[in-house]
């Protein structure tokens, strides 16, 4: 049974950082692409990085810089640190996964999970 379990929010004032993780099992991690989507209430689910098997990483403009996206295969676990937090970075942060061998995230290949909550104050 695949499990993708966030964790690492919370609430934080602008200009802070957080490090998001997921924990990652009932695949083979090694071979899988993974990425980190996020949605806003009222807004489209946006994709905010992803990290290839390969660990070739991609990351949207609206975080370029800023956050950065890794992998630890020994540990089945995928990290979002997030450094210099903007308001606008308010959301519930999802982590996915894709296909073996894929270069992609395929964000609807699992059902939805809960998320973690990241608050960024004024």
């Known amino acids: 049974q695949v499990q993708l379990v966030e964790s690492g929010g919370g609430l934080v004032q602008a200009g802070e950082s957080l490090r998001l993780s997921c924990a990652a099992s009932g695949f083979i991690f090694s071979l899988t692409p993974m990425g980190w989507y996020r949605q806003a209430p009222g807004k489209q689910r946006e994709l905010v990085a992803t990290?290839?098997?390969?660990?070739?990483?991609n990351h949207a403009d609206s975080v370029k810089g800023r956050f950065t996206i890794s992998r630890d295969n020994a540990k089945n676990t995928v990290y979002l640190q997030m450094n210099s937090l903007k308001p606008e970075d308010t959301a519930v942060y999802y982590c996915?996964?894709?296909?073996?061998?894929?270069?992609?995230?395929?964000?609807?290949?699992?059902?939805w999970g809960q998320g973690t909550q990241v608050t960024v104050s004024s």
């Open positions: 996915r996964r894709g296909k073996y061998y894929s270069g992609r995230v395929d964000p609807d290949l699992d059902s």
């Open positions: 990290i290839t098997f390969a660990g070739n990483t």
